[in-house]
């Protein structure tokens, strides 16, 4: 039988707080299986609409996108936001 109450902020806080921990112990165990081979480190900056700011649709962002490959492997190590360009 399925209980209808809402989940506690506590609850699943927890719960997000495991996926992303065994999410992120993957990621760590595929990465680190991989021989030491050589890498080469891409970035490429891009200017692109800022979805994050509500209050101006047509505002943009400078982000910074920095991408690992190798033999077989193409990671993604993140895209952030820059304060500025320059």
């Known amino acids: 039988m399925l209980d209808d109450s809402p989940l506690s902020h506590a609850a699943i806080h927890r ?12 990621i760590h165990a595929n ?20 979805t994050t700011n509500k209050e101006d649709p047509k505002s943009t962002v400078e ?6 490959t190798g033999r077989e492997l193409e990671k993604i190590l993140g895209i952030v936001k820059l304060p500025s360009g320059t």
Do not use: C, P, Y
């Open 31 to 50: 990465f680190s299986l991989v021989d030491k081979q050589q890498l080469v480190v891409h970035w490429n900056g891009k200017i692109m609409a800022d």
């Open 63 to 68: 982000r910074l996108a920095v991408i690992v």
């Open 15 to 26: 719960k997000r707080s495991q996926h992303s921990f065994e999410i992120t112990s993957s």
